[in-house]
């Protein structure tokens, strides 16, 4: 299974660009990359998903480098309703096996 | 819109009690998963369902067993509730397209309190 990394949090301000990575130095060929977002008392939710290179979708950017090892989310000019809890999710599901494993989770806190 | 609906938000059960956890989905989705979540270990899968009564165990399915009887609900049950089960669950679910993964719709979650 992709052992997953993430920060524990972030802070930034209203406005700003964010980058939250998430490395998965031991990626499978198969495995694909997705980030989710959580608000409190809520499960998450979905916001990208990519297997190389970059995918840009109305919400947020994830680029991934060639060795695919690392993965970047990119959220443009955040605003206070951005702040939550974002997890990658890195892995492939097969008919019979799941190799699903969700990051430790990234806190981003946005102020004014 | 998804719909996947978890049939309690807080639950408290007492040590040894047989705990059910129940989860359904309104998307006709082959895939189902029981996740819990807890502070400083993100979401850890338990057990998950490609198919009406199949499954397969996830990272820590230890302690807890699934039925898959229906396509559209998957329960998680707890055969002797411990303290060390106290966290919060988390139900999924999720179509099989053409690619390796697709985006899993969640519930709001259950949050269980073993005494």
């Known amino acids: 299974l992709a052992k997953t990394t993430q920060p524990i949090s972030m802070d930034s301000y209203e406005g700003q660009e964010v980058n939250i990575t998430c490395s998965h130095n031991n990626i499978a060929t198969n495995d694909y990359i997705t980030w989710y977002q959580q608000f409190p008392s809520q499960g998450p939710r979905f916001i990208i998903q990519g297997y190389k290179t970059k995918v840009t979708n109305e919400v947020a950017s994830l680029f991934i480098p060639a060795d695919r090892k690392s993965s970047t989310l990119s959220l443009p000019r955040v605003s206070l309703s951005d702040t939550a809890v974002y997890y990658c999710?890195?892995?492939?599901?097969?008919?019979?096996?799941?190799?699903?494993?969700f990051g430790t989770g990234t806190r981003l806190q946005v102020t004014l | 819109d998804v719909k996947v609906t978890q049939s309690s938000r807080y639950l408290v059960k007492r040590t040894g009690e047989k705990v059910f956890l129940e989860c359904v989905q309104d998307?006709?989705?082959?895939?189902m998963f029981w996740y819990r979540q807890d502070p400083g270990l993100g979401l850890r899968l338990i057990y998950f369902?490609?198919?009406?009564?199949?499954?397969e165990k996830g990272d820590i399915p230890e302690g807890y067993s699934v039925s898959r009887e229906k396509k559209e609900r998957f329960s998680l049950i707890l055969e002797s509730a411990s303290t060390n089960q106290t966290s919060m669950y988390l139900c999924a679910s999720s179509f099989t397209g053409t690619r390796g993964t697709d985006t899993q719709y969640f519930g709001p979650g259950t949050r269980l309190t073993v005494l």
């Open positions: 369902s490609y198919d009406v009564k199949m499954k």
């Open positions: 998307m006709d989705h082959e895939n």
């Open positions: 999710l890195v892995g492939y599901l097969t008919g019979t096996a799941s190799k699903l494993t």
